[in-house]
């Protein structure tokens, strides 16, 4: 339902209606003040200096240290890759098997790995552009909001462990982002370094670790500073680790909220606060004095974040478990097989094929190591869609295909892109959808939805029809084709009703392939082609042109494996290797001197036989119809890009441009190339835009952005200015050279689709179980006045309205407006809502689109975590270790509503036992021998005295956690434990989970090794036993400049 305000200002013939009820999608209309978000100017030093104004956290990402001309500050972005680089490559070091160095480990990780780690950063930068985030203290640790934020903090952590443990990883990156951005603001924005702090604040994740009051707001925390260095302007007790009484504060920033007389600004030349008492700042963001009054300091709160970061996601690790934080970062991710299979009577033939062609590839990669593969199949027909069938078990994936049964029919549209949207919702980013199908789309409106989506997500959909288009029904009949499809119009079916189809392949960088049930097994050998590891594009072009056409792809020494697909029916085809030596492909015999020719029913598949030439390869093609050329290879290297846009508001940076660039109007292109080897030196000077007949439309020039202390043996990061965005379709084609001077180039296959429109969403909230959530946006109009249309949709059916709805939009105007969703009570914590907004102008194809990912939290999170206390200490270590033994029984409870889950032996040498009650003052060990990949689980009991013991487990280091759920009747009832060890191994950490995601760590000691924060020692004996408990709550804090 919309909503439109009484009197907008922005233009109308008509008199708006009246205000609705607020439900569904409401809209109201402005006008555009200020476009600074879309303006990009040249590459001069006045521009820079222009746009160095101050911001109010660590700068954002790596176009900061350019704006700000502080080379050397640490951003967020740059704090945030490190730090999941470093922490992944740990984990694929501890696992069996993985002995490769740093480098070559860095190179595999894969493309899917960077965009996730792409993903991450993101959303952290995103904190300091979007309206609704960049100026809310709470969000960054500013105005002394410290308990605010602590509060902010644990529900990121809350909701990352939810959506990981519900398999929404996407949902789990985005709120990772948030959690690492807050955090990192911490140290920059407070006054915990200048205490001299040198480890990380442990209270702001782990609510039981000791807090250091905050300044109330009486108290003044500055001194006046009258330079744009401010040295000592913090008052004594909030900087003077030897004061009794330490105070911690947060700079404020500019008048909201009013900072009050004698407190400490956030500094910066863009900061109005700076100027009222105490004058200055204590901001730590950059190495740049204009802003950061600390800019001194900048190194050390730097440290501190990426030290806190780094405990963070070493905390996830152990809190979700390896397998679950390497498939979060997509670590050697194999793409997905996605299967959309049309279920109805005539589909055997296509059913079968894809049976087949799925076997063939679970068996060819059942010996190939790294990450599980996702297997994914949608069936449908009309009106059923789904349900969605998805596994790792490969054998599990056979036996749905094997289920697949062809029956029924009807009229011939059925519901093919409600079957694609729920695929594109479910696969990973970076997968390929076949869809078998031989009916057009009887759910024509969600073609805009569909192809959000799978840009959103770089998805290409592929399909392979057993229709032809141009066959009217008594044409099928005269072939004698066995077919069920019934029209209820005695019209012949248009020969367009598959235009859909071609597009979204088209826009998405598939193909279309218009086949028949006897080609359809040899056909569907694309599966196979396109879902190999390490797959690149070296070319993917279209032709409608009757003459011959000619068009040309690169292969250098790291591309193996070249195959072209050719969707159509060719006239004449000419393949010339680059020693200008020519192979009429469709005048010879199959196999030539350099290549191999497959031909099928509207698809040629041409292979480039080994050994493959270097250099540049040329097609020549000539059909009286529409053709489609496609070419890839076996590569490690390739790269990601997205558009950016200089913001020189609070937070100077490039933000990123969500949905499709605006047309007409310069933009930034950033790239990230990855897989690079260590041992192979590769520059990359220019990308080409490429229109869809493969004409170059611009050269942009690139520049990396990567200084020598934060580039990545594996990646390249490069930025180039597009002036103007073109006004047509294009895809970007990478260009360099390796170390010998050879070209290299790499094709996106995905069309990016210039518009005059965009969409902004706002608001990004969370979903509660029974009650409704608002999600604000706003449309931006580039163009002249005009109407407009708006679709909203959910894969979870929360919306009120869906649309579409129409609203006019002033000239260079904007229309904000808002969602209403309702969850439902019974709705799953961690699950996933997939939001797609799509507007397009109703006289134009200017088309956009903005996809959110909302998560559903529990309505009052248990945010307290477990505990663990000393209950008895025993031991009697001697000068020599290896003759004595000291142990510790623990009391571990949930003082939280969730209960105890699990708990591990993280570190030590010793047993770590579990009983129902007590144990005994002494007990004899048992002697037990944990297997290398299975923990062994002993059930004895034990007399002493009047009391019963009986002990359920038996732990060592390097077994996996242990389920406990089950062990304690309530969560108020504690379970008890008892570490036992030689002397020789002085320290041990346990490792203690709730079920709401809640860790707790609790570090054994001896005597020997007493620690600062000793919480509870007993004493027997000459033997001396600490232990110290330490909660985490989320992670650990980052820092970003």
């Not at 006045?46 to 704006?67: E, G």
């Not at 967020?76 to 070559?104: C, F, M, P």
């Not at 789904?386 to 059925?414: C, I, K, R, S, W």
Request: hydrophobic share 35%.
């Amino acid at each position: 339902m919309l909503d439109y305000p009484q009197h907008p200002p922005t233009p109308s013939p008509t008199p708006p209606p009246a205000p609705q009820p607020n439900k569904g999608i409401v809209l109201q209309g402005r006008t555009i003040m200020e476009r600074s978000g879309m303006q990009v100017h040249k590459f001069t030093p006045a521009y820079l200096l222009l746009l160095a104004l101050p911001c109010t956290c660590f700068l954002p990402n790596f176009w900061s240290r350019v704006l700000t001309l502080s080379w050397d500050s640490h951003t967020h972005q740059y704090i945030t890759e490190q730090a999941i680089l470093n922490v992944t490559l740990e984990s694929l070091n501890g696992i069996k098997g993985h002995d490769r160095n740093r480098s070559e480990e860095e190179t595999r990780l894969g493309r899917g790995f960077w965009r996730a780690v792409g993903e991450v950063v993101k959303s952290n930068a995103a904190m300091d552009f979007l309206s609704t985030t960049r100026s809310d203290p709470i969000y960054h640790f500013d105005s002394e909001r410290i308990d605010g934020a602590k509060v902010m903090l644990r529900q990121f952590w809350t909701q990352t462990v939810l959506s990981v443990r519900a398999k929404e990883y996407q949902s789990a990156r985005h709120s990772l982002g948030q959690l690492f951005h807050s955090l990192q603001d911490f140290y920059s924005h407070s006054n915990w370094v200048e205490m001299g702090q040198r480890s990380i604040y442990l209270h702001l994740l782990s609510p039981e670790e000791p807090a250091v009051p905050v300044a109330n707001e009486g108290t003044p925390t500055c001194m006046e500073c009258f330079s744009i260095t401010c040295r000592n302007n913090l008052l004594p007790q909030l900087m003077n680790p030897q004061e009794e009484s330490l105070l911690l504060t947060t700079g404020y920033f500019n008048t909201f909220p009013p900072k009050p007389a004698g407190k400490c600004s956030h500094g910066g030349i863009l900061d109005s606060s700076r100027h009222s008492m105490a004058k200055g700042g204590i901001n730590k963001d950059s190495t740049s004095p204009l802003f950061s009054p600390h800019h001194y300091l900048h190194a050390k709160a730097a440290a501190l974040a990426t030290e806190a970061t780094l405990t963070v996601l070493r905390d996830l690790r152990d809190t979700i478990g390896h397998k679950a934080f390497l498939r979060l970062f997509s670590v050697r991710q194999v793409p997905a097989l996605v299967f959309v299979m049309d279920t109805t009577g005539s589909m055997f033939e296509e059913i079968t094929a894809a049976r087949l062609r799925a076997h063939s590839i679970i068996q060819s990669r059942a010996k190939s190591s790294g990450q599980a593969r996702t297997f994914l199949l949608v069936p449908f027909h009309d009106p059923e869609v789904g349900p969605v069938y998805e596994t790792e078990d490969p054998n599990q994936f056979m036996e749905h295909m094997e289920d697949l049964m062809a029956l029924g029919g009807g009229d011939e549209p059925e519901m093919c892109l409600s079957a694609i949207q729920l695929a594109l919702t479910h696969s990973p980013p970076l997968s390929e959808v076949f869809v078998f199908t031989d009916a057009s789309p009887k759910d024509a409106y969600l073609f805009d939805a569909v192809k959000a989506l799978a840009l959103e997500k770089q998805t290409k959909v592929t399909f392979l029809l057993t229709e032809d288009p141009n066959y009217t029904r008594d044409s099928r009949a005269i072939r004698g084709k066995r077919r069920r499809r019934r029209t209820r119009s005695r019209e012949a079916p248009s020969p367009n009703r598959f235009s859909l189809y071609s597009s979204l392949s088209f826009v998405s960088g598939g193909l279309t392939i218009f086949t028949t049930n006897s080609d359809i097994h040899r056909v569907s050998s694309i599966v196979e082609d396109n879902t190999a590891a390490e797959k690149v594009t070296l070319l993917h072009v279209e032709s409608d042109q009757e003459l011959m056409s000619l068009h040309s792809f690169r292969v250098d020494d790291s591309v193996k494996n070249v195959t072209l697909h050719v969707c159509g029916t060719m006239t004449e085809c000419i393949l010339t290797n680059p020693s200008d030596q020519n192979q009429s492909l469709l005048n010879e015999t199959l196999r030539g001197p350099f290549a191999e020719l497959q031909h099928f029913q509207g698809l040629y598949r041409i292979s480039l036989l080994p050994p493959i030439q270097p250099g540049q390869w040329k097609l020549q093609a000539k059909s009286d119809g529409h053709l489609t050329f496609n070419a890839i290879g076996d590569s490690s290297v390739d790269f990601l890009y997205y558009f950016a846009t200089v913001t020189n508001e609070t937070h100077p940076g490039l933000a990123r441009v969500e949905g499709s660039p605006v047309a007409g109007v310069p933009a930034f292109l950033v790239l990230a190339v990855t897989g690079l080897d260590s041992e192979e030196e590769a520059s990359f000077s220019y990308a080409t835009l490429l229109g869809a007949e493969g004409q170059s439309l611009q050269r942009v020039m690139l520049n990396s952005s990567s200084s020598s202390s934060s580039s990545f043996h594996s990646t390249q990061a490069l930025v180039g200015s597009v002036d103007p965005v073109p006004r047509v379709p294009f895809c970007v084609r990478l260009t360099g050279q390796d170390s010998r001077g050879n070209k290299l180039e790499r094709v996106s296959a995905e069309m990016v689709q210039p518009t005059y429109v965009q969409i902004e969403v706002l608001t990004i909230p969370r979903l509660v179980p029974g009650h409704s959530t608002t999600v604000t946006f706003k449309i931006l109009n580039h163009g002249p006045a005009r109407l407009f249309s708006l679709t909203a949709d959910d894969d979870c059916r929360y919306l009120h309205t869906r649309g579409p709805h129409r609203f006019l939009v002033g000239a260079q105007g904007s229309f904000p407006g808002q969602v209403d969703l309702h969850t439902p009570a019974t709705a799953q914590a961690g699950a996933s809502v997939t939001l797609t907004f799509t507007v397009h102008a109703l006289d134009s194809p200017d088309t956009n689109y903005a996809v959110v990912y909302l998560t559903v939290v529990p309505p009052d999170p248990d945010t307290s975590p477990p505990s663990c206390s000393a209950a008895r200490v025993q031991g009697s270590c001697s000068s020599v270790c290896g003759e004595s033994s000291w142990s510790v029984s623990l009391a571990v409870s949930d003082i939280g509503r969730a209960g105890l889950a699990a708990l591990q032996l993280q570190k030590g040498e010793g047993d770590l036992t579990v009983f129902h009650s007590p144990p005994p003052m002494e007990e004899t060990p048992v002697k037990t021998q944990s297997g290398p990949d299975q923990q062994q689980v002993h059930r004895e009991e034990t007399t002493n005295g009047n009391h019963h013991h009986q002990h359920k487990a038996r732990l060592k280091y390097g077994d996996p956690p242990l389920n406990i759920s089950e062990w304690v009747p309530s969560s108020s009832q504690p379970l008890w434990v008892r570490y036992t060890s030689s002397c020789c191994s002085a320290k041990a950490e346990m490792l203690v989970w709730d079920t709401a995601g809640n860790m707790k760590r609790c570090h054994l000691k001896s005597g020997e090794q007493r620690h600062l924060r000793d919480r509870s020692t007993e004493t027997s004996g000459v033997g001396q036993i600490t232990i110290t408990a330490v909660f985490i709550f989320c992670c650990s804090t980052v820092l970003l400049i």
